[in-house]
């Protein structure tokens, strides 16, 4: 059974999923004067509504990227858009900027529908609009583009990859360009606690997107949470990269990291955030860098309290990433240490799930959670 929040006054809302009654913290204007925020990782899910996709269509830095790949890719070529949203923002700029044809695909109902409305409203453009999943539908014909902005605050986690292997075995065409045609997820630990002064709550506007990503799951689990207006200040050690897909080629891979500290501090997990590059030799987009709508994930290691590190110290961690139980959206676990100056080490490991799992494990989540009994 799942049920709909209840307000019972702040700062908690109650929300029944599997049978469980939860009540999650909650306050008012949790993003104001600047300071860091939690928001739930809503795209994998997807729970998209107008308002998120508002957010999205008035991304200018994203929109710039993307706008300048189409106009130098899709000219008299077929394209195929995966995730078109009810506005068909790039199917209609694609038929703009001369595509032979265009075809789009929705796996939301809703949205497919509105976008199939749109597509009739615009008869100067060639777009046929698809209401399913890219993994299921047919095409006439190869499409020789394909833009895909599948991708997450994680940039593999709404499942791209494997979604564009199949594209490109049924789909695609050999050797068709893939818009973007790289993504990166960097990493570097951060101290959360410090960062919200311990306080664990989602704004109460946000508080439906959280209840229904575990009413999408059925259980309630430790699910994904992003951190909002943070930037390279907050950041404890170096970064690096830690997921790299190279879309347009095909593969993906999670190099080892190695963070240093440059300077004494606290850390509880790590900061994940999206790098994107829509051309092979194009510019990139470092989302920490640039205000976009992908906001980094926060994860948390399994830690009781923060740890204390100095100038010297070294976190040393594995990223794997398998498939979820959906066979399409990847769940992350970071295995290794903190190696200190005389090489004592000390274990740590996060993880990251798509859906189910474990609850209310880490510091984060106890925060936001508690469960009636």
């Not at 809302?13 to 993003?31: C, P, S």
């Not at 509504?49 to 929109?63: A, G, I, S, T």
């Not at 990227?65 to 106009?71: D, L, Q, S, V, Y």
């Not at 100056?341 to 859906?355: D, K, W």
Request: glycine fraction near 8%; aromatic fraction near 8%.
């Amino acid at each position: 059974m799942t049920g709909p929040i209840q307000h019972i006054g702040p700062p908690w809302r109650t929300v029944t999923v599997g049978g469980r009654r939860l009540r999650l913290r909650v306050k008012r204007d949790a993003w104001a004067d600047g300071r860091p925020y939690l928001w739930p990782s809503v795209g994998e899910y997807p729970l998209y509504d107008d308002f998120l996709y508002h957010v999205m269509l008035q991304d200018e830095p994203r929109n710039t990227i993307f706008r300048k790949a189409i106009e130098e890719r899709v000219p008299h070529a077929r394209v195929l858009e995966i995730g078109c949203g009810p506005d068909l923002l790039w199917s209609l700029y694609a038929a703009e900027c001369g595509a032979r044809s265009v075809c789009a695909v929705e796996s939301i109902p809703a949205s497919a529908a509105r976008a199939t409305a749109l597509a009739k409203n615009r008869p100067q453009y060639d777009i046929e609009v698809l209401s399913g999943e890219a993994t299921t539908v047919g095409l006439p014909e190869r499409a020789e583009v394909c833009i895909a902005e599948l991708v997450g605050s994680i940039g593999g986690a709404e499942g791209i990859a494997a979604i564009l292997d199949d594209v490109r075995d049924r789909l695609l065409t050999p050797g068709g360009a893939v818009i973007p045609a790289a993504v990166g997820t960097r990493a570097a630990a951060v101290c959360a606690e410090d960062l919200l002064e311990g306080d664990y709550a989602v704004d109460e506007d946000v508080a439906d997107y959280v209840a229904d990503i575990l009413t999408s799951a059925g259980e309630p689990f430790d699910l994904r949470m992003c951190l909002g207006n943070v930037d390279r200040e907050a950041l404890r050690t170096t970064d690096c990269l830690v997921e790299d897909l190279r879309l347009e080629e095909g593969t993906v891979r999670f190099p080892a990291a190695r963070l240093e500290f440059p300077a004494p501090g606290r850390f509880d997990g790590l900061l994940l955030w999206l790098t994107l590059r829509c051309a092979p030799d194009g510019p990139v987009l470092d989302s920490l860098e640039t205000i976009t709508n992908w906001l980094p994930v926060y994860v948390p290691f399994d830690l009781p309290e923060p740890v204390e590190a100095v100038p010297g110290d070294v976190l040393e961690l594995d990223c794997a990433a398998r498939p979820a139980a959906d066979g399409v959206h990847p769940e992350y676990t970071f295995t290794g240490a903190l190696v200190r100056i005389g090489g004592a080490r000390v274990p740590l490991s996060a993880h990251s799930p798509y859906a189910g799992g474990p609850f209310r494990v880490t510091p984060l989540h106890r925060g936001l959670f508690t469960e009636e009994t």
